[in-house]
């Protein structure tokens, strides 16, 4: 016999209890957005490599090491799976032209793909749900992208999770900055590790975000980076620390923020809990005023974030706050051919007053099919056999509260079950 084939490492299934889970964490963010005026799009999960080359940074770690890259046999062409959305979001709106009538508020969900070694809330395919706001400049939506993910928080009954904020300020900022930095780790090489000093000529700003213990005094007495910000970036930044303050967001200000992707700039920030362990980071974002322009579009400015679903689930488990998937209202448990097309026809009006119903398939007897209809956690056994369809009725059982089986017309059963529920 040959061996099972199995998922791809770091490649998950999601099963049905916990992609039941999914589901209503995804129904509570879609009527979160609605409330925000964000409107979906959906782009390709396979783009050009060129445009995360150029959006994400040539030296980043994701774009050296962790994207799953390969030439198209037809064309020729480098091509990459998505590694992240934001990129993608820009050029669509960029080849679209929807930012032609004005400003525009999207967002996005799907699957990501980063070749990295999968561990606990890191995988090689992991989701996303992406917020982009392009073509606002001014602090209060940076600040309506927080304000936005602490209801949301409280939406979901998750309460271990910080903010962290920070901003980059201005291009010519992060260039007098990075001058200071680079002149300050030089007299330290010796002390660097081997990524650090990779990343000294290339992305000194990374060297600030690394996670080598052994480096965080040096870090730590690194310059600060709102030392060299100018009165347009301090003034931004004072913008959105303000209308936090006003909104009740607590935050902590860490100079060491920097994010992982080049195109950032001005406000920064992280959502981190200390619940995932060394996966602690469930939200991130900020402003990428240059991008839009960068990826081939007229300037723009523009700002986002993007959160992890498998470690906002796993963080709503751990709190054991995640509701229970719904259970149906009915199981139909028939006997017999013709009570099973009688059962059938009743399952389908009982679906037309809005209720939630399970047909039996199994073809059991009645009693294995009452197994699996408390099993199944229904409210309700609707019960069709000859007497029944003698009569073109339907008996209905309470299976969560006490009370008499009763027979009665389909129509009578419906109104019945739904007055229950609302009671």
């Excluded at 040539?58 to 998505?82: A, H």
């Excluded at 007098?176 to 992305?203: G, I, M, P």
């Excluded at 967001?249 to 920097?258: E, G, H, I, K, T």
Aim: a neutral charge; aromatic letters at 8%.
């Amino acid at each position: 016999m040959s061996k099972i084939i199995q998922a791809i490492r770091g490649m998950n299934d999601i099963l049905p209890d916990q992609a039941q889970l999914w589901e209503l964490f995804e129904d509570a963010v879609r009527d979160w957005l609605r409330a925000y005026g964000y409107r979906p799009i959906r782009m390709p999960v396979l783009e050009r490599t060129e445009l995360f080359v150029r959006s994400i940074g040539e030296v980043t770690d994701i774009v050296e090491k962790e994207m799953y890259t390969f030439v198209d046999q037809l064309s020729g062409e480098s091509l990459t799976l998505r590694p992240e959305a934001t990129a993608s979001c820009v050029r669509a709106a960029i080849e679209h032209n929807l930012l032609y009538p004005g400003p525009q508020r999207l967002y996005y969900s799907g699957p990501m793909f980063r070749h990295e070694r999968p561990q606990k809330g890191r995988y090689r395919q992991f989701h996303q749900i992406g917020v982009e706001a392009l073509g606002y400049a001014g602090p209060d939506i940076d600040a309506e992208h927080i304000v936005m993910c602490a209801r949301l928080w409280r939406t979901l009954g998750v309460g271990d999770v910080a903010l962290e904020l920070n901003t980059l300020g201005s291009d010519g900022a992060r260039s007098r900055y990075r001058t200071r930095l680079v002149k300050y780790l030089e007299q330290h090489a010796a002390e660097l590790d081997d990524d650090s000093r990779r990343r000294l000529r290339s992305n000194p700003l990374r060297v600030l975000d690394s996670k080598n213990p052994a480096l965080r005094e040096l870090i730590d007495n690194a310059p600060r980076m709102t030392d060299d910000m100018d009165a347009a970036s301090l003034q931004h930044f004072e913008g959105v620390q303000s209308l936090l303050r006003e909104a009740g967001v607590a935050y902590r200000l860490n100079p060491r923020l920097v994010r992982g992707l080049d195109y950032y700039n001005f406000t920064v920030y992280e959502w981190v809990t200390g619940s995932l362990g060394a996966q602690g980071t469930v939200c991130a974002g900020g402003r990428y005023d240059g991008l839009v322009e960068q990826i081939g579009g007229k300037p723009a400015p523009a700002c986002g974030f993007a959160m992890g679903v498998e470690r906002l689930i796993e963080l709503m488990q751990h709190a054991q706050l995640a509701r229970a998937a719904p259970a149906p209202d009915v199981y139909i448990a028939h006997q017999g051919e013709t009570a099973g097309h009688f059962a059938f026809r009743a399952a389908e009006q009982l679906r037309d007053r809005g209720l939630t119903v399970v047909f039996d398939c199994s073809g059991g007897s009645f009693k294995s099919q009452m197994k699996k209809a408390d099993a199944s956690g229904a409210r309700y056994a609707v019960i069709v056999g000859d007497d029944e369809v003698r009569a073109q009725q339907v008996s209905v059982k309470p299976l969560r509260e006490t009370g008499e089986q009763r027979r009665c017309a389909v129509a009578q059963a419906a109104d019945m079950i739904k007055l229950s529920e609302a009671e």
